[in-house]
């Protein structure tokens, strides 16, 4: 085991970060984690490894020069290429170099070799003539499928699914976060440990002596049956934990909804701009990396509006197609805090190849956690980002393609960022009311709040106080109801 890489299934781990970095005010926190995420960049020649404590034999995800392959079954040539293009982008986010790739038009996936066997030859060329080390195919491939592409191409096969983990265990920064990333991998893992020498033997640097010894076996149970019993029990032990530290959040979630201050949640497509764009709205240092994935652990961030009024912006994780189904999970309770806005800003790569998939993908999955939680979506403003990026024509497309309702901007240069403020407060304005009340001298606190959290239209001192015409949230209003006067 390296120290740069990601040793995502200890449990030290997960105890020893007293504090959640993400809910630090300070703005260059986003900075920091950059330069700390930089700093952790794999060496060539290193690798990652998913052994360490459950001291299984597990295919090592050497994620180095890698070869692609995807097996085109439907829809265009462009969008074909657009999953490889996404792929390469995952393969480099998570620290590979790649080296070339393979699309093969099948009707379906080969059930023995994912592509087919004469694909496979071609492939085992390009692996050798590259001198690539890894093997990434596009989808989910079944264990079988791995071993029999592996003994063809005679280099590490790996597949999108393992390639999203690495990079979710690679940015996890929460301990709900971790937990949740040690728990998916621990799931798609089980089905995949293979016994003992069988994979060895073909992977150098292995280290299949390194075992719990005899000692930690249990009577009559093989290698494999204990290693799968223990990661079943780690399972277990991660479940509780993720159970208590959701309540612990929903707690914390509720208080929040108490406060009147409008919660505005940004969400979309990943590397759509979400993260650059809490920044510029906000001038918070959020940590924005060219790179999918970039942020794993929801973002709080207090920001104020030009009027004064205050607002709470979450960013959230980023979406992406056919996202491992052991994610699901972790990445729902990323966005269950959507439900609880009081907007949703839906930000969308402009620039992209297929933004229209990109906005139907990220709304079909908003719908299902809003089923699910039982709860009314939040109004959604669409915004098109990156325009900067994006020809004259393209721009009058999607214009076109999107409706009116959309606000183009470019986080980069700043462009329509008044406008996005304006719809926004709009949006958070709706709800409030305007009144008169008397404050007593001793309630400096309640003056402050209005300051905060609404606005002051006229204000006048008297003997016992300050009268004031106020503009603030209904919730708060309801509140302060009996000083009106
Ligand atoms: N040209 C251009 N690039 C942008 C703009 N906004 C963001 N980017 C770039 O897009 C990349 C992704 O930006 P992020 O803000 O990290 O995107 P995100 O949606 O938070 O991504 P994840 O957290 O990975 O899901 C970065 O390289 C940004 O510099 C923009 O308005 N124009
Ligand atoms: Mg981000």
Request: hydrophobic share 40%; aromatic share 4%; glycine share 8%.
């Amino acid at each position: 085991m390296t120290e740069s890489s990601a040793q995502i299934l200890s449990d030290a781990d997960l105890d020893d970060r007293p504090g959640d970095p993400h809910r630090d005010d300070d703005p260059t926190v986003g900075e920091l984690q950059l330069s700390e995420r930089a700093s952790l960049q794999r060496v060539a020649g290193l690798s990652t490894e998913l052994t360490d404590v459950t001291e299984v034999e597990y295919r090592q995800l050497r994620l180095e020069k890698v070869v692609l392959v995807g097996v085109w079954t439907e829809g265009s040539a462009a969008s074909a290429e657009a999953n490889m293009a996404e792929l390469a982008a995952l393969a480099e986010t998570a620290g590979s170099q790649v080296l070339d790739a393979l699309i093969q038009r099948r009707s379906k996936p080969d059930s023995a070799t994912y592509i087919g066997s004469g694909k496979a030859e071609e492939l085992r060329e390009i692996v050798l003539a590259t001198g690539a080390d890894t093997v990434i195919c596009d989808g989910e491939l079944t264990p079988a499928q791995l071993t029999a592409l592996e003994k063809v191409v005679k280099v590490k096969v790996i597949d999108r699914t393992a390639l999203i983990l690495d990079i979710f265990a690679q940015h996890a920064t929460s301990r709900e976060g971790k937990a949740q990333v040690s728990l998916a991998q621990m799931e798609y893992m089980l089905p995949r440990l293979r016994g003992w020498g069988e994979s060895m033997s073909r992977q150098a640097g292995g280290r299949a002596g390194s075992n719990g010894g005899v000692g930690l076996r249990g009577p009559g149970e093989t290698k494999i049956e204990t290693d799968r019993r223990r990661i079943r029990e780690r399972m277990a032990k991660l479940r509780r934990e993720i159970r208590d530290m959701k309540k612990a959040r929903t707690t914390k979630r509720a208080a929040r909804n108490r406060s009147a201050i409008p919660s505005i949640t940004v969400a979309g497509y990943t590397n759509a701009g979400k993260s650059s764009l809490v920044n510029a709205m906000t001038g918070a240092g959020v940590l924005v990396q060219d790179a999918l994935f970039a942020t794993l652990d929801p973002t709080t961030r207090r920001a104020t509006l030009d009027d004064g009024r205050a607002v709470v912006f979450t960013d959230t994780v980023g979406f992406v197609r056919h996202l491992p189904t052991q994610l699901v999970e972790a990445f729902r309770s990323t966005l269950e805090e959507v439900v609880d806005a009081d907007l949703l800003l839906h930000v969308v790569d402009g620039s992209d190849p297929f933004p229209m998939e990109q906005i139907s993908a990220v709304r079909q999955v908003i719908s299902e956690v809003v089923a699910e939680e039982k709860a009314e979506a939040p109004p959604e403003l669409l915004v098109i980002n990156k325009i900067d990026a994006i020809d004259g024509n393209r721009l009058t497309e999607l214009r076109g393609a999107v409706g009116a309702d959309a606000v183009f901007v470019s986080a980069r240069t700043g462009e329509g960022l008044p406008e996005l403020f304006d719809r926004v407060r709009e949006f958070v304005g709706r709800e409030d009311v305007e009144l008169t009340i008397e404050v007593p001298f001793s309630r400096g606190d309640i003056v402050s709040r209005i300051h905060s959290e609404g606005e002051v239209l006229t204000s006048e001192h008297t003997e016992s106080g300050t009268t004031m015409k106020v503009r603030v949230p209904a919730a708060f209003a309801g509140e302060i109801a009996d000083l009106e006067v």
